[in-house]
């Protein structure tokens, strides 16, 4: 089984959601893997400038997600275990644009009523339900993938 450790943010702007589009793929949260050594705290904002081309500050750490994804359904064919750390990030300056050379082709500002319509990761249901709920344990029930929802 592979393991990824990773951090996202939850950039929230009235009734938007920043989110950003794997290349020909899917809709998903800024953020991604903690490198070693790396504080996941120092991860999201690095990743969030990396994807958007936004500087963001951390406002607070909404909760943790881990899931296990079957072999059958993961990119790479073998069982793999994602662990993602939580942010609540407020936009700071930079200027939105896709990632030079990497794997976000766009990055927007979404009305949050029509994430539900877009082909997304479940981690965006995951990050929104956080921010939402303010669970005090950091934690929301696992999402159902099926449909538009995708590990």
Known sequence: MSFRLAA???CLDDDRVL???YRGSHWTLPGGKVEPGE???DTVTR???EETGLEGSVT???GVDSRVIPAAEALAGAEHHNVGV???VRVTGGLLRAEPDGETAVSVWTPRAEVTGLARSGLVDVGLALARDEPATGHVAPV???G???H
């Open 60 to 62: 607070r750490l909404l």
């Open 39 to 41: 504080d996941p705290y």
């Open 148 to 150: 538009l929802v995708r």
């Open 19 to 21: 989110l950003a589009h």
């Open 144 to 146: 159902p993938v099926g």
């Open 8 to 10: 996202y943010a939850v």
């Open 86 to 88: 939580f942010y609540l």
């Open 47 to 49: 990743e969030l400038s």
